[in-house]
């Protein structure tokens, strides 16, 4: 008699049919999650496995024991800098260049020290950060440490999944081969592995913005806020309203902003042309539109952090620190 794989456990549990299945617990999760990162898991397993997840939604305790787990084989580096904010770049772009990269900027020279992670490539025809990061001169991190000395030489560094994570990484190249985005999205944009004080997350699909809450509320998370962004990515949609939800010291809140242009005024970029960053930073062309966006995602931030009081003071900030900004910060 074959001896089952004790990953099946797991599997059986999520997968056992409607009315015996069950979510597992943190704890279980945790224990799934640590064998799918030590390689000791079947890839039917693991495709079995994400399947079941994505199909049904996952919940914050599975969320917060997948982070654990992750969490658990990261080496960091010694000496870690303090990191204000911890901020993933997971979905690309593709109607809009990636202004909220501009954002980071604007608020790193501002004295707010930003640990961006993301991945790219695994959806066709977006524009993804480690692309406009090079276009814009930003040095891109090999390695946690690298990301360290880059914290401390400008406030800001960019660290590709690949090298955070390769087997996450792995784990979400699984869906050229399932056809279906992977829960490790949602999972591996928690990790924050600087501990930064603050997170920002946002969603493409509106219900998600609970799950990202409450298992950052799992995980002890001090501060933390989550909104449908453009396209998925931490960027503000200037011509909608956004409900902003956010987590600050166990007390769950959450916020209505204003749309700050006309909806009908919005049109598709067609070129996505990466060149109009720099112009755009260094004032060589105006844009209404990433303007409202780059100022508008800086405002959330600023209320996220205890910057500003209000939106309308977190919006008036940002638009003074843009107005202001230094151009030099990106080499024209």
Excluded at 5 to 15: D, E
Excluded at 111 to 122: K, L, N, V
Excluded at 130 to 157: Q, W
């Amino acid at each position: 008699m074959t001896e089952e794989h004790p990953f099946a456990q797991y599997v059986r549990i999520l997968g056992k049919g409607p009315n015996l299945s069950r979510p597992l617990t943190d704890k279980e999760m945790y224990q799934a999650a640590t064998m799918i990162m030590k390689n000791q898991v079947e890839p039917m397993q693991i495709g079995a496995f994400l399947c079941i997840l994505r199909m049904r939604t996952e919940v914050p305790e599975e969320g917060a024991g997948f982070v654990r787990a992750v969490r658990d084989t990261l080496v960091q580096p010694e000496n870690m800098p303090k990191v204000d904010l911890d901020w993933s770049s997971y979905s690309g772009k593709k109607r809009q260049l990636p202004w909220f990269l501009l954002a980071t900027q604007l608020l790193a020279s501002n004295g707010i020290c930003i640990f961006m992670q993301g991945t790219e490539g695994h959806t066709a025809g977006r524009v993804y950060s480690h692309a406009a990061l090079l276009s814009l001169g930003v040095p891109i991190a090999k390695s946690l440490h690298e990301a360290a000395d880059h914290i401390r030489n400008s406030n800001f560094a960019f660290l590709p999944l690949a090298h955070l994570s390769p087997r996450l990484q792995e784990l979400i190249d699984f869906k050229s081969i399932l056809g279906l985005r992977s829960p490790i999205n949602t999972f591996g944009r928690m990790v924050n592995p600087f501990s930064a004080t603050h997170e920002i997350q946002t969603v493409f699909h509106p219900n998600y913005r609970d799950i990202h809450r409450d298992t950052a509320k799992l995980l002890g998370q001090k501060h933390m806020a989550v909104f449908k962004g453009e396209g998925g990515e931490v960027e503000r949609r200037p011509q909608k309203p956004v409900l902003v939800q956010s987590l600050h010291n166990g007390m769950l809140s959450e916020e209505e902003w204003p749309a700050l242009l006309p909806e009908d005024n919005i049109k598709v970029d067609e070129s996505m042309d990466l060149k109009r960053l720099k112009t755009v930073w260094s004032g060589e062309e105006e844009d209404t539109y990433a303007t409202a966006a780059i100022t508008g995602t800086t405002a959330i931030v600023l209320r996220l952090i205890g910057r500003a009081n209000n939106p309308v003071d977190a919006t008036d900030q940002a638009k003074k620190m843009w107005t202001s900004r230094d151009i030099s910060r990106i080499d024209t």
